[in-house]
């Protein structure tokens, strides 16, 4: 079976720019969480999304948004880039929303210039 | 505020001596919890998940889970320079409207010396 699958794995980005992001989760799986991970502010949650639905949003600003296709598959966004931004965003998913274990992606290591 | 305290260490232990780690979480009503390992420049991937009160074991690992204390840790036995790695304490507690929300605790590095 197939892991969490992110693309791209790297990505180097001025300030100022939008990026996206995608993941391809576990076949089967409808949940899908996104992390941001810094050295100093570890894991912290972005948003999660089920069966197309917001279900759950971490404490960051409006540029960073995300959506979840019928498949799936989700993408986050995230606009005017600022240099604060560069950290590696992991992607997690889950068969069922919230209590269940979370498989994660390899990531994608984004860097602002 | 749900929030998932761990000791950031570094904790270190010889090879083949006992490791333990210690995580604490402050919504009493939490009802899964997991630990994860993360090895430098990688992703989180899954050592244990614990949902009642007691002992869990697996190979050389066992999770710990005390509700009444809102406390869970992960015992490492025999360790091994392999083990050195970030461990991750993560809870999932209701969060409203039928959902549940996983937090992360910021990790404790453990260095096993050979």
């Known amino acids: 079976k197939a892991g969490v699958t992110q693309t791209p794995r790297y990505l180097i980005k001025t300030r100022g720019q939008q990026v996206t992001l995608s993941c391809s989760p576990i076949?089967?799986?409808?949940?899908v969480s996104w992390y941001q991970q810094t050295p100093g502010q570890g894991l912290q949650f972005l948003f999660e999304?089920?069966?197309?639905?917001?279900?759950n949003k971490g404490n960051f600003p409006g540029r960073f948004s995300g959506r979840q296709f019928s498949n799936s598959r989700s993408e986050m966004n995230v606009s005017t880039l600022e240099l604060g931004d560069s950290a590696l965003y992991l992607c997690?998913?889950?068969?069922?929303?919230?209590?269940?274990?979370?498989?994660f992606g390899a990531g994608t290591r984004l860097s602002v210039l | 505020q749900k929030e998932v305290e761990q000791n950031s260490g570094p904790l270190s232990v010889p090879e083949g001596a006992i490791a333990s780690l210690n995580c604490t979480y402050s919504?009493?009503?939490?009802?899964?919890f997991f630990w994860y390992r993360q090895y430098s420049g990688k992703s989180p991937e899954l050592i244990m998940s614990?949902?009642?009160?007691g002992d869990k074991e697996d190979g050389r690992f066992t999770a710990q889970l005390n509700k009444a204390s809102q406390y869970v840790s992960l015992l490492i036995r025999d360790s091994q320079p392999s083990d050195s790695a970030t461990y991750l304490c993560?809870?999932?507690?209701?969060?409203?409207?039928?959902?549940?929300?996983?937090?992360f605790g910021k990790g404790t590095k453990l260095s096993v010396i050979p």
């Open positions: 919504d009493r009503g939490s009802q899964s």
């Open positions: 997690a998913s889950s068969a069922s929303q919230g209590r269940d274990i979370q498989y």
């Open positions: 614990i949902y009642s009160n």
């Open positions: 076949s089967g799986h409808r949940s």
């Open positions: 999304y089920f069966s197309e639905t917001q279900r």
């Open positions: 993560a809870v999932a507690a209701y969060s409203g409207a039928g959902s549940y929300q996983l937090t």
